[in-house]
């Protein structure tokens, strides 16, 4: 399988450089950061949450957790929590489960950015597949999809 069809429209619609990643199958950011000598910093996890009654894409440095205190905070709202497999199923037809790309206005998601990913030059995230990766500028990622950029990380070291 090759990178998300809908992705791929859009970015080369777009006419935005990038570099597709290929590389053996892996289901975990961690390990395709690893694989593809990337730093951690810049490969970008996609954690789907829910809020509320809505579906919000939450990307991330692939290394570092994401904080729930913090996100319900973000939404002014105590009900945030993690999106189930089952629910997300049907939100990317196109792609494989868990390799969701961090295009979420292109499925009818809200986009949130954490901040740290905002500070690269690049941003690597997987592209659909659990074998493809995608390279690109994060400026140009940022003006694609327009994501809210806000702090809702909390590093490895962080307990709790």
């Known amino acids: 399988m090759s990178i998300s069809r809908t ?12 570099d597709v990643l290929p590389h053996p199958e892996a289901f ?3 390990a ?5 000598h990337t730093p951690e910093k810049q490969m970008a996890k996609v954690v ?3 809020v509320d009654e809505r579906f919000v894409m939450t990307v991330l440095p692939a290394s570092w957790n994401l904080d729930l205190h913090r996100l319900r905070t973000v939404f002014a709202t105590n009900q945030v929590r993690l999106a189930t497999e089952n629910e997300i ?4 037809p196109d792609c494989e ?5 961090p295009f979420g206005n292109l499925y009818g998601l809200p986009v949130y950015v954490d901040q740290s990913l905002a500070e690269d030059e690049e941003i690597v995230f997987q592209a659909g597949t659990h074998s493809d990766a ?5 400026w140009d990622f940022a003006a694609l999809v327009f994501p809210v950029v806000t702090e809702f990380h909390r590093s490895p070291s962080a307990v709790g």
Do not use: C, S, W
């Not at 995608?134 to 994060?138: E, F, G, L, S």
């Open 97 to 101: 489960l868990g390799a969701m790309p």
């Open 7 to 18: 992705l791929n429209e859009y970015l080369d619609h777009e006419r935005v450089h990038y």
């Open 89 to 92: 199923t049907g939100l990317f």
């Open 32 to 36: 395709i950061a690893q694989t593809l």
């Open 134 to 138: 995608i390279r690109m500028r994060y």
């Open 28 to 30: 975990r950011a961690l």
């Open 48 to 50: 789907i949450v829910k």
